[in-house]
């Protein structure tokens, strides 16, 4: 027999803890289901400068535990479990996890997204051997060295130029003749001397024997290859949606985002979809807090309705 | 000639705040012009429990001036004016206000909604300190007491119903003798025991001396008056938001607030719209302040395509 909730979230980030902090606040017995840490991808953020209310900026980490302790105060379970699906029943939903199921009357899903990788040679192998999706975390490894940033928007400038504060070169590899980042980075990224660029080239493959030591490239106009020593690799290409288990139940947008409405309503009714795994979502930590207060908030009117 | 700015704020609450900062973080020349206090509704909220991040609560008056502090640091502009037209040129944007005119690149209208005020002797004075506009927000603070909400439609139920999972009593004050609202909230307050309604009569006055006391009643058909012990009012006759100015330049819905779509974007090119005053926002303060981060990342867009 599986326990019983008003409302389970799936997702322990802004949108997942804010989801919470609302349902249980409304008296909805609530269940929170997070694979891994509260905080969501901000636990890796030394320093989040824009989330509103905290003009000296605040650790990622400290706001995911203010958050956490927030929705606790109210009521607010948490259990520690991956969800591996999702089940619509007539008279309920189920939420199976690698670690026993859970039925309840309304699901928010808020389950962020991962960091998408190349999917080459040589990356996996050396993951955490000089292949990185955050730099952040493991710049400070690469003082004085070369290394390699993949991708052209906003998140691989930011990475490059917190790189170049550690590494002797920080080499920008983008698949097009310009980027998508915003003005002010790509300003920022241009001023910095140990930034450089390699235009219209793609990463074949990662090479090195239990170490990063180089990027096989090819030119996608003209198909020429080359090759740079490197001795790390930072991925910023994008995010992956933790959608694969809602594959079939869920409309998905090609990318695999949820499809909601501005009520954060999917087309099933008693599922919810709040923060980074929403299409069009702003992929910001306020607006996914937002996200969330409105999933709740449509999950109690839901189950109100219910009777 | 007027002053020239890439964005035009209209509004200083939550959402025009938050997308303040985000504009200014992104190097954009940005003016907020409010007409009254930055903070906007709530400035009179006495405790905001549920804007995630700050465990304990935060005044509505701090959390207003921390917001604002914040983008100022990042250079945001600020003007206290009222808006009392917008004008749509080919080049820009104009803005028109009682002290002056300004043009922009992109205009974020942030301007919020107004709660309808009974207009009774007691109400302006014992806002904040037991008559509210927002059951959501303020239930909570009335455990196991008796309060009134006053009004007939889906709001008015919905507040109750809210209420009903925490004060002792709450009595519908309907100035007719039948409800508005949908027929299964109209069922499920009638079957909810906490509910009672007092039908053919009208809040004449709000009594208390520095807390909220009571209501003064008339019933509307025979004049006759009571009173009714209460430590709370709930006002629940319906929103109006702040966009008379906009009738005719933007799409409204019929109760006057802007359709805008999951980017914040209006149907007029380089007008975006953020937080109540915005078709289906979801009327939190939390919720705002993600559509201002939305809505200043898409105007941020808009400037950069326009070269």
Request: glycine content about 12%.
């Given at each position: 027999m599986?326990?019983?909730y008003?409302v389970?979230?799936v997702g322990?980030?802004?949108?997942g ?6 349902a249980?606040?409304?008296r ?13 991808q901000?636990?890796n953020?030394?320093?989040?400068e824009?989330y ?8 990622g ?7 956490h302790?927030?929705?606790?105060k ?7 479990a ?27 899903i808020?389950?962020?997204?991962e960091?998408?990788?190349?999917g080459?040679?040589?990356?996996e192998?050396?993951?955490g051997r ?8 493991d710049?400070p490894?690469?003082?004085?060295q070369?290394v ?6 906003d ?7 917190f790189?170049a ?7 920008v ?9 915003s003005?002010i980075?790509q ?10 660029f ?12 239990g170490?990063v030591a ?7 106009e ?20 933790n959608t ?8 998905l ?9 501005d009520l ?13 795994i929403?299409?069009?979502s702003?992929?910001?930590?306020v ?6 207060a409105a999933?709740a908030?449509?999950?109690e009117r ?6």
């Amino acid at each position: 027999m599986s326990s019983s909730y008003d409302v389970i979230i799936v997702g322990g980030g802004p949108a997942g803890l804010t989801a919470g902090l609302y349902a249980s606040r409304a008296r909805l017995n609530t269940l929170l289901l997070e694979k891994a840490m509260v905080g969501g991808q901000i636990v890796n953020a030394e320093l989040v400068e824009n989330y509103p209310g905290f003009p000296q900026g605040i650790a990622g980490f400290e706001l995911g535990q203010l958050m956490h302790q927030q929705a606790t105060k109210l009521g607010l379970q948490t259990v520690v479990a991956e969800v591996v699906g999702v089940e619509l029943k007539p008279e309920h939903r189920a939420v199976k996890t690698d670690d026993g199921g859970y039925i309840a009357k309304a699901v928010i899903i808020a389950g962020g997204s991962e960091y998408r990788r190349l999917g080459v040679p040589g990356e996996e192998a050396l993951t955490g051997r000089g292949v990185s999706y955050c730099a952040t975390c493991d710049a400070p490894l690469f003082k004085e060295q070369v290394v390699v940033v993949v991708g052209g928007g906003d998140a691989a400038l930011s990475e490059a130029l917190f790189l170049a504060k550690f590494a002797s070169k920080v080499m920008v590899v983008h698949r097009r003749h310009q980027l998508r980042a915003s003005q002010i980075l790509q300003e920022r990224a241009f001023a910095e001397a140990r930034i450089g660029f390699l235009w219209n080239r793609v990463v074949d493959e990662i090479e090195g024997k239990g170490r990063v030591a180089g990027v096989k490239l090819r030119q996608v106009e003209t198909g020429e290859l080359s090759s740079l020593e490197a001795a790390g690799v930072f991925v910023a290409i994008g995010l992956r949606p933790n959608t694969r288990y809602l594959e079939g139940i869920l409309p998905l947008d090609e990318g695999g985002h949820i499809l909601a409405n501005d009520l954060m309503e999917t087309e099933i009714a008693g599922i919810f979809a709040a923060g980074d795994i929403r299409h069009h979502s702003a992929r910001q930590v306020v607006a996914a807090a937002g996200d969330g207060a409105a999933a709740a908030l449509s999950a109690e009117r839901f189950i109100r309705e219910l009777g």
